[in-house]
């Protein structure tokens, strides 16, 4: 079966995000002063085959922690569906 994993990856939140701060400062500058706190991460979107979705929920995890993911400086959440 063909499985998609769709996947967020975000800088922990003890860490400065100085993309997220600059998008944040800009906020102001366009009329929109109410929003504030922005982080900005990256969204990872995945096909695996798989025989069922423990399969695939265990080789997306695997992908994560290996090389989607620096757990040092960022975390993780996915959800996986069957196409």
């Excluded at 499985?3 to 366009?30: C, T, Y």
């Excluded at 706190?37 to 994560?64: M, N, P, Q, W, Y």
Aim: aromatic share 4%; net charge negative.
């Amino acid at each position: 079966m063909k499985f998609r994993a769709e996947i967020d990856v975000m800088p922990h939140e003890a860490l400065l995000d100085p993309q997220g701060k600059a998008v944040s400062n800009s906020m102001k500058s366009v009329g929109l002063p109410e929003i504030e706190g922005v982080r900005i991460g990256r969204h990872v979107r995945l096909f695996v085959e798989a025989a069922s979705t423990e399969e695939a929920d265990a080789k997306v995890e695997a992908a994560c922690k290996k090389i989607l993911c620096n757990q040092i400086m960022e975390t993780y959440t996915y959800q996986i569906h069957q196409d």
